[in-house]
């Protein structure tokens, strides 16, 4: 069986060519958790990569895949996952759309090079959505593990995250006022990281701090450049 | 002008660009710093397999290009790094597909704020080039900025100013000479109140001679395999490299005492490099970008290893192996008489290439850069010179730094001269 040889390949030079690729990626290896063959993690982010050889028969190739595919998103041992396979066969494979919507990611090995076919898409966490079953087992679902969330945290968080929506929507309604009471329609908005502002108090904070950098602050060139312009055009 | 006296507005909306022969840093001044990807691309061969597997780019850029990474025998064809010695060719198109696709996708990473608000209507964008760039370069940037504005409403101005004048403005320095030496070249550049043109001399060498020489070494120590790999070279680069304070002398000591220059260099966790008694290797990679003219490097020359080409500027033809405190002194003497000795005492050193490590236990053979630069100006003009020499304070991003006070200060009516490479290339106006 492809599966039983599968996981024999941990030691072969397919699995030292994903080791070598994940490692030029900034990745260390992990104990794989299981259901894979090898795992590397980043920060808080885990890859985990399934190695498949392929057997003789094309049609168990393809049915075993599908069942790994199933299996991976079933399982979700890591938060990105991958099958390796030594070369990309149609006949072998199911077809591209099934790894793209699973977010099941391929990667083929040739020689000692690896290449993302298709990039894998990182799966969410499990979130228990009914605590049935891990009752009917007799544990509250925290003590499942990390994995699963507590019912009454979640109640929390949403009730949390609809006075966050409101507050922001009378913020915003508050903003729209006050912009067009100043007839301002230039009033800014900046960073991605949050630096959301058009309110005079809060963007001259803002600016402030800007403003304030070391090589902002008290810099001659500011003047310069500033006169640049009208003696520039004089000449 | 002083900050208050600033446009918030338009503090909000500066943004700068430094595109470096290796990185390219960008971002709004909003950030306090920019962000930073590798100044590469890669054509994605044509391939009805990735096709089939839904990957439709010709072209990746950056970060990205790793993961598409095949075969060691593509690599040559397919990766471009569109920057050579600060300059793109003007006939590459590849190279400034890859230029324009970083720049895009720099902007595409902003465009947030013009969905999250409609009164935002752009940035006021500008881009240092290397102070020898050729004109043909600004006019591809304006071409490529005035896409991107079309296509993503992010560019409401743009403007390119050289790379000294940024550091110079990073630095707050009205005069001074600033040498900049990065991955592909080295500018000197005397600035007062702007770049003095005429003065400017570039040596097209930086840290891919440097890379050039530590590739050999590692070579010469039994370690081929490793010289094309460019991540291991640079690494062991870094960790090995020294700047001799006396190239002569420090090969001297270092032959007379083996062990003390001795190092091990970990590459990763299966390798590690002994230097056993070839310490002296290490002086070479650090003398390269100050004196390449040096007998220790003939061999290096003859084996095709150091081709450093000359610099043409103007009517005058700078050789690329000219000793680097020659080059400064012959920077300073084309600018008036009465500057020399105010630009003597304000020199900055900028760029990567600068930053090198002085070991405690190595202080009496091995020098930072400001000691060295110093060093060899004491020994050219005599000891009675007073000379200054000093780092820029954030030697990566004072470019980037310089780029946003540009943005930030430059005023609004103050329209783009062609002849002068100056002012606002503006949406409404120019296009």
Not at chain 2, 6 to 22: H, S
Request: charged share 30%; hydrophobic share 40%.
């Amino acid at each position: 069986m492809v599966q039983e040889r599968g996981s024999l390949l941990t030691e072969s030079p397919l699995a030292d060519a994903v080791r070598r690729y994940f490692a030029e990626l900034g990745y260390t290896e992990i104990e794989p958790p299981e259901g894979v063959d090898v795992a590397f993690r980043k920060g808080e982010h885990r890859i985990g990569v399934r190695l498949v050889k392929f057997s003789r028969s094309s049609v168990r190739d393809r049915r075993f895949i599908r069942s790994e595919i199933y299996r991976l998103l079933r399982e979700r041992p890591c938060e990105e996952l991958y099958i390796t396979v030594e070369e990309i066969s149609f006949g072998r494979l199911p077809p591209p759309y099934e790894f793209r919507e699973s977010g099941i990611g391929l990667l083929r090995v040739n020689g000692s090079s690896v290449e993302v076919a298709i990039p894998a898409t990182p799966l969410r966490k499990v979130v228990a959505t009914s605590t049935s079953h891990t009752l009917q087992e007799g544990r509250s679902s925290r003590s499942v593990g990390n994995e699963y969330v507590d019912i009454d945290q979640l109640v929390r968080v949403v009730k949390e995250l609809k006075e966050l929506i409101e507050a922001v929507k009378k913020r915003d309604e508050a903003l729209v006022a006050s912009s067009d009471k100043g007839g301002d329609s230039n009033v800014s908005t900046t960073t991605l990281e949050g630096m959301v502002h058009s309110e005079t108090k809060e963007s001259e904070k803002n600016l402030d701090h800007m403003l304030a950098a070391d090589f902002i602050k008290g810099n001659p060139w500011l003047g310069i450049i500033g006169g640049f312009g009208a003696k520039k055009e004089g000449d | 002008m002083g900050g208050a006296a600033l446009d918030p507005r338009r503090a909000l909306a500066a943004y700068g660009e430094d595109y470096g022969t290796r990185y390219f840093k960008y971002g709004p001044l909003v950030e306090q710093r920019p962000r930073v990807v590798e100044s590469v691309g890669l054509f994605l061969e044509e391939s009805h397999l990735l096709k089939m597997f839904g990957i439709e780019k010709q072209l990746v850029v950056g970060e990205d290009v790793k993961r598409f990474l095949g075969a060691r025998s593509a690599l040559a064809r397919s990766v471009v790094y569109p920057l050579t010695d600060g300059e793109v060719r003007r006939d590459d198109e590849r190279a400034w597909q890859v230029l324009a696709e970083l720049t895009r996708r720099g902007f595409d990473q902003f465009k947030g704020l013009k969905e999250s608000k409609d009164s935002f209507d752009g940035f006021y964008v500008t881009a240092a080039l290397s102070a020898i760039a050729p004109e043909y370069m600004r006019e591809e940037l304006l071409k490529i900025h005035t896409k991107i504005d079309r296509e993503l409403g992010l560019v409401k101005a743009f403007t390119v100013i050289p790379q000294p004048l940024a550091v110079a403005i990073a630095e707050k320095e009205i005069s001074c000479v600033v040498v900049e030496s990065g991955h592909g070249n080295t500018q000197i550049t005397p600035i007062h109140t702007y770049p003095i043109r005429e003065a400017v001399v570039a040596l097209y060498r930086g840290g891919a001679e440097a890379d050039a020489i530590a590739a050999e070494v590692l070579k010469d120590l039994g370690y081929g395999d490793l010289a094309s790999d460019e991540m291991a070279v640079r690494k062991f680069k870094e960790e090995a490299g020294l700047i001799p304070l006396d190239l002569n002398e420090a090969l001297k000591k270092a032959k007379e005492n083996p062990e003390r220059l001795r190092c091990k260099v970990r590459l990763s966790t299966l390798t590690e490099i002994d230097l056993e008694d070839k310490g002296w290797y290490r002086f070479l990679i650090g003398e390269v970008v100050f004196n390449p003219a040096h007998e220790m490097f003939e061999s290096f020359r003859k084996r095709g290893v150091l081709s450093i080409r000359d610099a043409r500027l103007g009517e005058e033809t700078v050789e690329g192996t000219l000793p680097l405190e020659e080059a400064l002194l012959r920077s300073i003497r084309k600018t008036p008489t009465t500057l020399h000795d105010a630009l003597l005492n304000r020199i900055i050193l900028s760029g990567g290439n600068f930053q090198w490590k002085v070991p405690e236990s190595l202080k009496d053979v091995a020098a930072s850069a400001p000691l060295k630069v110093k060093h060899l100006l004491g020994k050219r003009l005599g000891s009675g010179v007073n000379v200054e020499v000093r780092l820029t304070q954030d030697p990566q991003f004072s470019v980037w730094k310089g780029c946003v006070v540009w943005s930030l200060a430059l005023p609004e009516n103050y329209l783009w001269n062609e002849k002068r490479g100056e002012g606002w290339f503006k949406r409404g106006v120019h296009y």
